[in-house]
């Protein structure tokens, strides 16, 4: 399995960007998805995840800002991302719970990482 990010690039404080994550390769079934963040010199952290039944959570410096969203169809993960901040530059990391196989436990995946760069 292999995930695949996109959506990220340069804007202005105050725009907006939208990322999406997809997978490759045998599915079963997904569980949680998650989108997490470096910054450089900084530790990845969780931004904001949603269950398989459509729970989320929110970092607290993105709550009211980001949305994160799943498409269970096409199994992809979406986070938008509004009221960009010069904070929120970072790479963003997408993240999967995913069983292949019928009987195997979860795995965890990460996709290869997409840049998100906010200017002043």
């Known amino acids: 399995v292999q995930l695949q990010a996109s959506g990220g690039g340069l804007v202005q404080a105050g725009g907006s960007l939208r990322l999406s994550c997809s997978p490759s390769?045998?599915?079963?079934?997904?569980?949680?998805m998650a989108w997490y963040r470096q910054a450089p010199g900084k530790q990845r952290e969780l931004v904001a995840s949603?269950?398989?039944?459509?729970?989320?959570y929110y970092e607290d410096s993105v709550k009211g800002r980001f949305t994160i969203s799943r498409d269970n169809a096409k199994n992809t993960v979406f986070l938008q991302m509004n009221s960009l901040r010069p904070e929120d530059t970072a790479d963003y990391y997408c993240n999967m719970d995913v069983r292949s196989t019928f009987g195997q436990s979860y795995r965890a995946y990460w996709g290869q990482g997409t840049q998100v760069t906010v200017s002043s």
């Open positions: 390769g045998r599915i079963v079934r997904i569980n949680t």
């Open positions: 949603i269950s398989s039944d459509g729970n989320s």
